[in-house]
RNA sequence: GACCCCAUCGUCUAGCCAGGUCCAGGACGUCACCCUUUCAAGGUGAAGACACGGGUUCAAAUCCCGUUGGGGUCACCA
């Protein structure tokens, strides 16, 4: 049987971290099976579905690269098939309706608590006769769970975990308003979307025990699951928004590349071996779920910035200088016809010094600005004393070189350097603070060789004395 | 509180299922050195872990039990 899986998000929030590699790990299951990949949005919770939230989602995935097979699935509008499956179950006697008043389930929960009880409903209604119900009241349906025995569930996972079922009550399928829950929308739904490997955050793993009932009930095989650890913060504790729990698109506003953020999520509870460095297409030939970790891990930015850091340094220059343009525009800097061309020309020296596109622009921009040059605090130290009337010896032996180029140009520098029995980085610091503003950089007999003879000789002339 | 899950360097992890090849390997981070016109990158090296306690065994990071710690779930939310 072809293996179908499924992201399906609820659209309240955006696609948090969590939840991308979630449908990271769905995905490449799908496709290393050559299976297929479902999305499905499950939006039954009208009040706090949104649509923003929605394209938040369908953003974020397609900004991962994450593409799904078929149609999206919204579970709103499956609310008639939903209930007729309840309805079903309830001609078959295995389920029933509840009149219990929202003041009778507090009561009984809160004994069933202090009891120490994990049966939070007690199963009054089970078996009464329907003429007992009470006038204009509009019950909700249960399911009929059973009362003894245990629910085993074989997790991809975490092994065999099983439960007693006197720890489930009967959970409701259907509200008063004749809307379906989380619970019954799901199982419909996977059956009817044919899914056969759920994979999920372990936070549900709770879930399936009452889902494995449902299945059982409606005469279905249960797909096979696996639930994943969740991902936790640097403290250990919940994801906040301070660290991490942020939406896949603050990633992408931070300078990440779509790929290391897949290269990272993928190494977070899964892994191959020592390999650190995965392509997707190596991650779809590798991925399998029995190499998933049992442990929930921390988010740790240090080791996405390193990832990013080695993809930057691996994209091409052309498609980094589209990357960058929007990054350098929150400097304030407008990425023109000039611009680009310098920015293609020296993202060789760029690309290796930046860990995120952030970084790159900061680090780009000065090919990009007009004179005089901004200067850094510390470029302008390094222009103070004597720095001027070296800029203006050295302007001399650059004027003469003929051919502008890093090699010559460096010729020509170190030749000056040593008339004058300077150490090179007497000579190289100034000019580098006057041709960049700042005092790091790439190198800057390329930096000059990019900027051309006379945007080079300019400013380095605007600091020369 | 009840139920369920988890437990190797600071972090991500390999090893565990099929005990010996592990005085525990890799990566990130940290530190040092090298390279060097700066900053990176790169290279070399260092510090750094089997949560604890019992058992089983000739032998346990690996199997079993307990403890402790962490996490998750307990809605007419999803």
């Known amino acids: 049987m072809s293996v179908v899986t499924r992201f399906a998000p609820s659209p309240t929030g955006f696609l948090h971290i969590g939840g991308a590699r979630t449908a990271l790990f769905n995905w490449l299951y799908a496709r290393h099976c050559g299976g297929r990949f479902l999305l499905r949005i499950e939006d039954t919770d009208r009040a706090r579905s949104t649509d923003e939230a929605k394209a938040a989602i369908l953003d974020g995935l397609a900004w991962l690269g994450l593409d799904w097979d078929g149609d999206v699935v919204y579970q709103s509008e499956r609310a008639a098939i939903h209930a007729a499956a309840a309805q079903a179950l309830l001609d078959k006697g295995l389920a029933y309706r509840c009149y219990a008043s929202p003041d009778e389930l507090t009561a009984m929960r809160e004994e069933a608590r202090s009891a120490g009880r994990a049966r939070l409903y007690d199963g009054r209604w089970r078996d009464r006769d329907p003429s007992e119900a009470p006038a204009g009241v509009d019950p909700v349906i249960r399911l009929k769970a059973p009362l003894e025995g245990e629910t085993v569930i074989a997790d991809a996972v975490q092994g065999e975990v099983r439960v007693a079922n006197d720890q489930l009550d009967d959970m409701v399928l259907l509200r008063a308003d004749g809307s379906p829950t989380y619970m019954l929308s799901v199982v419909v739904d996977d059956h009817d979307m044919g899914v056969t490997q759920i994979i999920r955050g372990d936070d549900h793993l709770t879930n399936s025990f009452r889902q494995t009932l449902l299945y059982r009930a409606l005469g279905w095989e249960s797909p096979k699951f696996a639930h994943i650890p969740l991902i936790h913060g ?24 779509p790929e290391a953020v897949r290269n990272y999520l993928l190494r977070l509870g899964w892994s191959h071996g020592d390999e650190e460095v995965i392509s997707t297409e190596q991650a779809i030939e590798w991925f399998d779920l029995d190499a998933i970790g049992r442990s929930p891990s921390r988010f740790d930015m240090a080791k996405l910035s390193n990832l990013n850091g080695h993809y930057i340094r691996e994209a091409e220059d052309a498609r980094l200088v589209e990357a960058v343009a929007p990054f350098l525009a929150a400097l304030g800097v407008e990425a023109g016809a000039v611009c680009r061309a310098r920015l293609e020309a020296g993202m060789a020296g760029l690309k290796e010094r930046a860990k995120t596109l952030i970084e790159l622009a900061e680090s780009a921009a ?26 203006a010896g050295c302007l001399g032996h650059l004027e003469a070189v003929g ?7 460096e010729a020509a520098v170190r030749a000056f350097a040593a008339a004058g029995d300077l150490k090179l980085g007497k000579v190289a610091q100034p000019l580098r603070a006057a041709l960049t503003g700042s005092n790091a950089s790439p190198g800057i007999f390329e930096v000059m060789a990019v900027l051309g003879r006379d945007e080079s000789l300019a400013r380095i002339a605007d600091h020369a004395g």
């Open 366 to 391: 000065f090919y990009c600005r007009a004179r005089p040059l901004p200067l850094s605090d510390k470029a302008a130290s390094l222009l103070d004393g004597e720095a001027p009337a070296i800029l």
């Open 234 to 257: 640097p403290d250990g504790a919940k994801m906040s928004k301070r660290h991490g729990a942020l939406g896949v698109e603050a990633y992408r506003d931070m300078g990440f590349l």
């Open 403 to 409: 051919d502008w180029s890093a090699e010559p140009l």
